[in-house]
């Protein structure tokens, strides 16, 4: 069971909007920022969104992030076969450790 | 562009220790956070903790009476050990480059501190398996 709560699966059409939620506490998301990452399958994490809203090099606008309070929030627009993942979110705890999410599957219908 | 490869013994059995290096490639090792991550058969992503390049370390507190992590700057490797494996340790065992760090930003005139934590570069993983 993770601190950090996330739902297991979110599913929408190609083209469409879909948001994934992660849920924690004042003791890490709402004291501290959160990255999103994104497992295709078989394959390493990759780093979406870090400090809450800033995307990598590389990473379409199609992905953003925002926070508020002990919750973030991963939004994906004009979904993409391609976007089909799990995707996790990450954070710093007061009991200096790292804390991820338990992974919300996409799947694009 | 840096690069990370995980590497060590790919089969335990239990009570053993699990022992895996990462190598970093083409890129600075010192001003980073490195950390391992793992992650079962079928489940999510764990986080097993971090070293910097002078070796301080933070882990996990649901492993930390098993984990050493260890740093070897002269060949840019940091190194994992997990002791007392079980069959609960079988795993995808992953290498990451963290940025960790503080701002600190004025809300309403009071001065507010929050902590980043990012990976940005990952290694391919390893798979470790534990069996009698």
């Known amino acids: 069971q993770s601190v950090l709560t996330q739902s297991p699966s979110v599913s929408a059409a190609p083209g469409q909007k879909v948001t994934i939620s992660c849920s924690g506490s004042?003791?890490?998301?709402?004291?501290?920022?959160v990255s999103w990452y994104q497992q295709l399958p078989g394959t390493a994490p990759k780093l979406l969104i870090y400090?809450?809203?800033k995307r990598p090099s590389g990473i379409p606008d199609r992905f953003s992030g925002s926070k508020s309070g002990t919750s973030a929030t991963l939004a994906i627009t004009g979904l993409q076969t391609g976007d089909e993942a799990d995707y996790y979110c990450?954070?710093?705890?007061?009991?200096?450790?790292?804390?991820f999410g338990g992974g919300t599957r996409l799947t694009v219908l | 562009q840096v690069q990370l490869q995980e590497w060590g013994a790919g089969l335990l059995k239990p009570s053993e220790t699990l022992s895996l290096t990462c190598a970093v490639y083409?890129?600075?090792?010192?001003?980073?956070?490195w950390s391992w991550i793992r992650q079962p058969p079928g489940k999510g992503l764990e986080w097993i903790g971090e070293?910097?390049?002078?070796?301080?370390?933070n882990y996990n507190p649901s492993l930390k009476s098993r984990v050493t992590m260890s740093v070897d700057t002269s060949e840019n490797e940091f190194s994992l050990k997990l002791s007392s494996v079980t069959a609960a340790d079988t795993a995808m065992y992953y290498c990451?480059?963290?940025?960790?760090?503080?701002?600190?930003?004025?809300?309403?005139?009071?001065?507010?501190?929050?902590?980043?934590?990012?990976?940005?570069?990952w290694g391919k993983g390893t798979t470790v398996t534990v069996s009698s």
């Open positions: 990450v954070t710093w705890d007061s009991s200096l450790s790292a804390l």
């Open positions: 004042s003791s890490n998301i709402g004291n501290n920022y």
């Open positions: 990451a480059r963290g940025a960790r760090g503080v701002n600190v930003n004025m809300v309403r005139g009071v001065l507010y501190e929050q902590n980043y934590f990012y990976m940005d570069v």
């Open positions: 083409a890129g600075s090792f010192s001003g980073y956070y």
């Open positions: 400090e809450n809203n």
């Open positions: 070293i910097n390049h002078s070796g301080s370390t």
